[in-house]
T-cell receptor, first 116, second 109 residues
Framework: GAGVSQTPSNKVTEKGKYVELRCDPI?????LYWYRQSLGQGPEFLIY????????DSGLPNDRFFAVRPEGSVSTLKIQRTERGDSAVYLC??????????????FGPGTRLLVL | DAKTTQPTSMDCAEGRAANLPCNHS???????VYWYRQIHSQGPQYIIH???NNETNEMASLIITEDRKSSTLILPHATLRDTAVYYC??????????FGSGTRLLVRP
């Protein structure tokens, strides 16, 4: 079946601009996660959705970052007033329920964001 | 979540076993050991996980010491496509994966 997809695969923007990154989880997965990966580092947790609601947004670095999942499926990560330090790969993952520590998270290929 | 320590890089010859160590000396009794890998320009891929017993699947084997303070991921017959960064994660919260810097494995022809 189809895995997690993310669009766009690459995004180049200018400092100060607004960007939206989209994630399509595996069909039927109620749990969705966003991570950010800087060059040479492991992914860092940003936010976790359980259905439509953000159950944990403690990893969002500041109020320029916001994510939504209005219908409990597709999610959009929104970054306002982008800064050069926001350049990274933004990864999305999903899992069936998010309720078990033994549940595998399935990752998408990521969106590579470059802020000039 | 407990901290993990992994070597920065390793290499092995194609066709040989790759043994990737991980130290997690502060692991608690209810924390699982997870392994993911990330091939260049792709998202992380789940490999295997375990609590205290050794585990094996079609990709790899996971050996956890009796005191659970360390573990080893074994790729029995490494291929060039196994070249990747391998992450050892100790996981207690159901929803959050905390990645370290991982081990960069290079499989040599």
């Amino acid at each position: 079946g189809a895995g997690v997809s993310q669009t766009p695969s690459n995004k180049v923007t200018e400092k100060g601009k607004y960007v939206e990154l989209r994630c399509d989880p595996i069909s039927g997965h109620t749990a969705l996660y966003w991570y950010r990966q800087s060059l040479g580092q492991g992914p860092e947790f940003l936010i976790y959705f359980q259905g439509t609601g953000a159950a944990d947004d403690s990893g969002l670095p500041n109020d320029r970052f916001f994510a939504v999942r209005p219908e409990g499926s597709v999610s959009t990560l929104k970054i306002q007033r982008t800064e050069r330090g926001d350049s990274a790969v933004y990864l999305c993952a999903s899992s069936p329920t998010g309720a078990s520590v033994q549940e595998t998270q399935y990752f998408g290929p990521g969106t590579r964001l470059l802020v000039l | 979540d407990a901290k993990t320590t992994q070597p920065t890089s390793m290499d092995c010859a194609e066709g040989r076993a790759a043994n990737l160590p991980c130290n997690h000396s502060t692991i608690s009794g209810n924390e699982y050991v997870y392994w993911y890998r990330q091939i260049h320009s792709q998202g992380p891929q789940y490999i295997i996980h375990g609590l205290k017993n050794n585990e094996t699947n079609e990709m790899a084997s996971l050996i956890i010491t009796e005191d659970r303070k360390s573990s080893t991921l074994i790729l029995p017959h490494a291929t060039l496509r196994d070249t990747a960064v391998y992450y050892c994660i100790v996981r207690v919260a159901s929803y959050k994966l905390i990645f370290g810097s991982g081990t960069r494995l290079l499989v040599r022809p």
